[in-house]
């Protein structure tokens, strides 16, 4: 495919719920004049907005934040709340399903803008990426993005919008990973329709992917088993809404110790004045990241293996609809959930059919005909089946993050090579930036991410001096 030099060509890998967005945004500053010509290349088999995160249609699959903060632009708060109003939805956790019928509207929307570029969507998946430094003073592009079609296509800069990948494999035994009672991706297409009717399942992990799946699981006459190390679920959200008070000052370069001590202390405090300790972790979401970068990287993997668990059941909280429905079932014994590791399994089969019998560390054995993986998104770029990930390892564009997970970045957000050689016009956002500022995949800031890529990628000028620099290490 030819490409016009008289355009500025971005591709955008990715359209679930980041990409969505980043294609959004740069449609948006583009038509308000921020500077074109652009022609914008989202690539992608799947459809826009859906993703891995809004892809189900299951009406009790909730958004885990108010649909007051899930605005596709920073500029108009409002924009979700508007278009829920204008078809006649609830303004308060709607479906997932829905947020993702609208940024895909949004973007139809976006593209059908007088003054907008060309958006041209790429029905495919990239495996690979070429760099060509010297492209950068000549006519040519200097990115080539190799399609698993088997076409290139050569770009001006790339934005990486990967989103979540499927949950890690580490814990899984051999004999349980080989049957196929294991679900190693819930959230695989038509995944739960392979769960026996008239069994018991367990789900490995206690986080918001469990209750969704012991929610579409629960029923009369079937227990569903949710295990974890701590055991710990995600608390609910307040029943009326909350304002968060103003954002504490605190400073981690002392250690971990002494930031454990002042977040302990704003919660506390926030509860004894205002009645809420929720009030308290949302007052530190502007600094989270801030924070983190504070710390070494011994604190930070100590953060990561004795503090996270903690924080995110507090800091990712579910609709209180949803915790009142898992509380229900828990109290009609349909769903049972508490602390324990798969030790190892074996496959037998009796007058039913086949079930795993799942010995747990405790010495608990559990049979049931299926076992879900609810662990989370592996975050490990090393462990990570894909193609693109693997390849931008193997040469080097990209590096994994030194502790966290995810890719090492720029604070804009440009991936670091592996040695000295100039950094590729390589960019990233969401889970993939997770190692650098821990607090990244909520859509509130997937899509600040967003628009300032979509604001630095559309000025040339600003891309061949800020853009192009190589990054500090």
Known sequence: MNHSRTAHDIAVVGAGAAGTLTALRLLHNAAAGRPAPARI??????PAGRGLAFGTDAPHHLLNVPAGRMSAHRDDPGHFVRWLGDRGGEHDFVPRGLFGRYLAESLETAGKHHAAPDLVRVPDRVVGITHQPSAASSAASPLSLRLRGGQSLDFDAAVLALGNFAPGLAWVPPELRASGMFLADPWAPGALATVPEDRDVLLVGTGLTMVDMALSLQRPGRVVHALSRHGLVPQPHATTPILAPATPELDARSGLAGLRRAVLRQIAYCRRVHGDWRMGVDSLRPVTSALWQQLSPADQARLLAQDLRLWETHRHRIPPVSARALRTAVDAGQVSIGRGTVADTKTTADAHGDVVEVRLDNGRRLRVGAVLNCTGSEADLTRIDDTLVTDLLSTGLGTPAPVGGGFDTTAGG???????RAPAPLWTLGSLRRGNLLETTAIPEIRCQADDLALLL????????????????
């Not at 290349?41 to 799947?46: A, K, M, N």
């Not at 440009?414 to 000295?420: G, K, S, T, Y």
């Not at 891309?463 to 500090?472: D, F, K, Q, V, Y």
């Open 41 to 46: 290349w989202l690539i992608d088999p799947e």
């Open 414 to 420: 440009r991936l670091r090579p592996a040695d000295d």
């Open 458 to 473: 559309l000025d040339r000028s600003a891309l061949a001096t800020r853009g192009e620099a190589a990054p500090a290490h």
